[in-house]
Each structure stands twice: as structure tokens, then as C-alpha cells.
């Protein structure tokens, strides 16, 4: 779990430009056909007017480089629609593999009440929106199951029938998920993001720590802030993301994206 009094990143900057840095995570136990496979995780993007196409070309080249075979999106992309849309038009692109898929974070659907707008969007930009929905991929003699769940906020999570309740050999159950939650049934992996990591640490304190979210909305409270935990026999990562909302400045807290291999 994310210490209480660890040590906070040496960095303090405001958030638009989508600087962030690549952290490695290694993910042990991946079925057979999965080790040695590449993933790219990014999360809270939050463009805004001062993002530039050169920040967004060069957030698409760090989720590209050395080549991963799948990349994955958290949400929250922008605070308004405008911003959003302009994003994805500049990520026509992003390219991998095995597919591009990414679901809607708090933000977006309160800027999309209308989430086929957004749904469009992306696939204009050949990423694919899983809203309660899963794809099977099939990998060396193995099935990697992707599957997105909506956001607790404004839509309406649910992963009934999203990937078979048991793990197996012979498939991975992965679950993309704005909100970093325990679910039922459990995945073999969660990613998610929305925490910004705390977005303000000091000495290891940070609004989560001292009860943000889990004091005013329980019901979407985040029992972990970031990092790789391992959770009920499932792997759990949240990403820091990028930017932030509203206020848009991050303190100790360095903006990220998740460069995942499969172990």
C-alpha cells in the first residue's frame, strides 16, 4: 500500500503540457503465452488550452517507443469536450499491435453526456472505447481478455459477463477501470488511474491520506493512491497520470506513464 510517510517526488510544476516520465512495472505470474509482452499505460491526460500538438506528438512517441504491443488508456482526458476532441484528432497515430483501447474517466462523462460523441471520437483515431465492454485477443495459443468498465461518478460500472469469473492457463482477465476499485468477480489485473497520486505530497501526506473521497463520496473512494499492489489475487496498478483538474498544479508528485511488462 502506498506509504504513508514515503518519500514524494522532487518536483512541483503546472500541469498542460502532458510532461510526464516513463515508470517500468513488472507484472509476475503472467500466464505463458503473455511473458515478454509490452504494455503502455497512460491516464489523466487533462489537455487543456495551453497543451500544444508538439506536447501531444510527443506523448504519442514516448507511448510508442520501443514498440509495445498494446496500449491502454485511463480517462480523463480533458475538462471540456473541445479539448478532448482536438486530443484525439492529434492521436490518429497511436498504434500498436494488438490495439489501442481506453475507457472514460469522471471528466468525460461530464463533458460527453452523450458518450457515442466521445465513442466516435476515438475511433476515428482507431482506439477503441470499452464502456462495460470486453475484447478477447488472442495471443500465442492464449486469450488476453480486455475489458473497460464505465466511472463510477456520472456512469454506471458493471462488469457482469465481462470475462469468466475464475482464472485460468490458458487466458488473462484485464480491466481497465477510471476508478482504482476491487470489483466482483476480480480480474487477474486492474489499471486505473484518477488519484493523480495525491497530485500534492508532502512527506508522504497527500488529500488521500488524510481522507479525500473516502470522507465525502465513499461509494468512490479509492483505497489505494498509486502504485503496483497486489489485491486479492488480482494485480492493481494506478498510475499518477499526468495532469490534474481544476487546479491544475502537481507538488511532489511527478506526472507518469506506466511502461508494463508481463513476467
Avoid at 45 to 65: C, P
Avoid at 117 to 138: P, Y
Wanted: aromatic residues 8%; hydrophobic residues 40%; proline residues 7%.
Amino acid at each position: 500500500m502506498y506509504q504513508f510517510f514515503s518519500r514524494p517526488d522532487r518536483y512541483c510544476a503546472p500541469c498542460g503540457d502532458l510532461r510526464c516520465f516513463p515508470v517500468k512495472r513488472r507484472i509476475t505470474g503472467a500466464p505463458a503465452f503473455m511473458k515478454g509482452m509490452r504494455a503502455r499505460f497512460a491516464s489523466d491526460f487533462h489537455v487543456t488550452a495551453r497543451t500544444t500538438g508538439a506536447d501531444v506528438d510527443a506523448l504519442a512517441q514516448k507511448l510508442m517507443e520501443q514498440s509495445p504491443d498494446l496500449i491502454l488508456l485511463g480517462g480523463d482526458y480533458a475538462d471540456e469536450a473541445a479539448h478532448t476532441l482536438g486530443l484525439f484528432r492529434r492521436l490518429r497515430g497511436l498504434t500498436a499491435p494488438l490495439g489501442v483501447y481506453a475507457v472514460a474517466g469522471n471528466n468525460d462523462r461530464e463533458a460527453f453526456p452523450d458518450i457515442d460523441v466521445l465513442r466516435r471520437a476515438l475511433s476515428d483515431a482507431n482506439i477503441r472505447l470499452l464502456v462495460n465492454e470486453s475484447v478477447t485477443l488472442r495471443v500465442g495459443g492464449g486469450r488476453l481478455i480486455v475489458a473497460g468498465c464505465d466511472e463510477y461518478r456520472y456512469g454506471h460500472p458493471d462488469v457482469t459477463g465481462l470475462y469468466p469469473p475464475e482464472p485460468a492457463p490458458d487466458r488473462c482477465r484485464l480491466l481497465l477501470s477510471h476508478y482504482p476499485r476491487a470489483v466482483e468477480p476480480m480480474p487477474d489485473i486492474i489499471l486505473s488511474g484518477h488519484t493523480h497520486g495525491g497530485q500534492f505530497n508532502a512527506l508522504g501526506l497527500t488529500p488521500y491520506t488524510v481522507g479525500f473521497e473516502r470522507l465525502l463520496t465513499p461509494r468512490r473512494a479509492s483505497r489505494f493512491i498509486a502504485g503496483l499492489h497486489r489485491h486479492r489475487d488480482a494485480w492493481m496498478l494506478v498510475s499518477k497520470g499526468i495532469g490534474a483538474s481544476r487546479l491544475p498544479l502537481r507538488v511532489g508528485v511527478r506526472p507518469e506513464i506506466e511502461w508494463i511488462e508481463f513476467a
